[in-house]
């Protein structure tokens, strides 16, 4: 088994793959508050807003 670095972190799902995306200041505001308010980073409210919208899909 290959030795791990120091630091590195164990996860069944690793985020391998960024998106760069471009967005109005309003939008950004927007983001940033659910942020603050749902105490999470701007990534994991983003694959949070995915998941709804796939999951309204398939309804």
């Known amino acids: 088994m290959a030795a791990l670095k120091k630091g590195t972190?164990?996860?069944d799902n690793p985020k391998?793959?960024?998106l760069r995306v471009r967005m109005d200041q309003e939008t950004l505001n927007q983001l940033d508050?659910?942020?603050?308010?749902?105490r999470l980073s701007?990534?994991?409210i983003v694959r949070r807003?995915?998941?709804e919208q796939h999951s309204r899909l398939k309804k």
């Open 16 to 18: 391998n793959y960024m």
């Open 33 to 38: 508050e659910c942020c603050k308010a749902e």
């Open 42 to 44: 701007r990534s994991e």
């Open 49 to 51: 807003g995915i998941k």
């Open 9 to 11: 972190k164990l996860t």
